[in-house]
């Protein structure tokens, strides 16, 4: 069963090649690995050069932003099942390996999350972070989130929800989830840590710039669901489908606590 993986970087060459080592030092022997850099000036693709020989796929060329680069990327991808890394991220050993067996053993999963570490700079864990269980009126209400680095999704899913809309340059994970959910895919979790991602103030969710552009993706989903776009602005109202989304999980639910975080 192959995997495809796809890095979309841009001017991250600080933690660029720990990123790619983490995938091409996987020991899965199937993975095919796409690299996209839409113009990087900063050293990145003299680095992503000094692995031309690990990566399958390199693109160099210009892109309209960080979901656009991802479909060209998936668009050369050739395995069954696929997943993206952000080129400040990082695979956990044997992530890939988990993943493929979990896929093998559940056929009718189209989508797979596990959790995630949080860590600084310099690679030092601060924290955790969890997937919850996926429904798409629960991440309209801001209820549920997957946790992007250890998201894997069989290739077909991707095709049915149409790839990533790349006039989002601020959620284009989670609308991808969204469009999964809406085409009737399903989607599963493993209680596994897969992935870090990585906290500095030049990422988009340190930062929190382009929030406002987020808000309005999730009024466009809202419509869809057919759902009053003022609900989603309702604390209380996100509290309710936080509290229903937390008791139909309770396995889920018991880790976050004792990992110190609900």
């Not at 602005?233 to 975080?261: C, K, M, V, W």
Request: glycine share 10%.
């Amino acid at each position: 069963m192959k995997v495809s993986i796809v890095t979309i970087s841009y001017n991250q060459a600080r933690f660029l090649e720990e990123t790619i080592r983490s995938v091409i030092e996987q020991d899965y022997p199937e993975i095919e690995y796409i690299v996209v850099d839409p113009g990087s000036t900063d050293g990145s693709r003299e680095i992503i050069e000094r692995y031309r020989d690990r990566i399958d796929h390199i693109i160099f060329e210009p892109d309209e932003g960080p979901a656009d680069g991802l479909n060209k990327g998936f668009a050369k991808a050739t395995g069954e099942i696929f997943g993206f890394l952000n080129a400040d991220d990082l695979l956990l050993p044997g992530a890939v390996r988990r993943v493929v067996d979990y896929f093998r053993r559940y056929p009718e999963i189209d989508v797979v999350s596990g959790h995630g570490y949080k860590i600084d700079s310099a690679g030092n864990i601060i924290g955790k972070t969890y997937s919850h269980r996926f429904r798409p009126r629960d991440y309209v209400f801001g209820a549920c989130v997957l946790v992007q680095q250890s998201t894997f999704f069989r290739n077909s899913a991707f095709r049915q929800a149409g790839g990533f809309n790349k006039g989002n340059r601020v959620s284009w994970d989670g609308e991808l989830w969204f469009d999964m959910g809406m085409a009737g895919c399903k989607f599963g979790r493993m209680h596994t840590f897969l992935s870090a991602f990585r906290m500095h103030p030049d990422s988009i969710t340190v930062s929190g710039r382009l929030s406002h552009l987020e808000k309005g993706i999730k009024e466009k989903m809202a419509k869809r669901l057919n759902i009053d776009v003022s609900a989603i602005e309702s604390r209380r109202i996100q509290l309710i489908h936080r509290f229903l989304n937390r008791a139909s999980d309770p396995a889920g639910t018991f880790l976050r606590l004792i990992g110190g975080y609900l």
